[in-house]
């Protein structure tokens, strides 16, 4: 769930170590959003837990946020790897790989490895109970039929429903 962010990663001429990315959205507000290493992020806006994800990576001095702009101050011998993938999945909040819970299936299965409807559902008391008692289920006492539903519409007052 969620969509990944478009990152354009463009490295300092004039200042090596700086990294700026720009993305094809905005992070931030109007206000410049700073972090530092060794200082604790706090809060729970996008910004923070970007900056939270780029620091916990390690190799990283500073993370500077100001609209659709990231930039980042790379501690000395280490390099920008990785940093662009961090940010395009700021948005993403399930990955790719499905988890399964272990367990459920083998639950609701027969000796011969098949679940039955009832089994699998677990609605074969409820259905032999309303049977039993000669009365239709809830669902489809509550459903009107055609008839009922064009009566209630050309009664006076219209749609049946309450108006006052």
Known sequence: MGQPIVVVEKPSAANPGVVRFETNRALSGMGHERYRVGEEVRGDRPTDELARRLLDRGGI?????NGSIVTIDLEKGHDAAGVREIIE???IHYPDEATTVEGTADEATTDEGEATEGEATGTDEVTA???SEGEA???EADVPTDTEA?????APGGGGGDTG
């Open 150 to 154: 064009a009566a209630d519409e050309s």
């Open 129 to 131: 109970d309303v049977a």
């Open 61 to 65: 001095d500073a993370v500077h946020v």
């Open 137 to 139: 289920a809830p669902a």
């Open 89 to 91: 999945g700021l948005y």
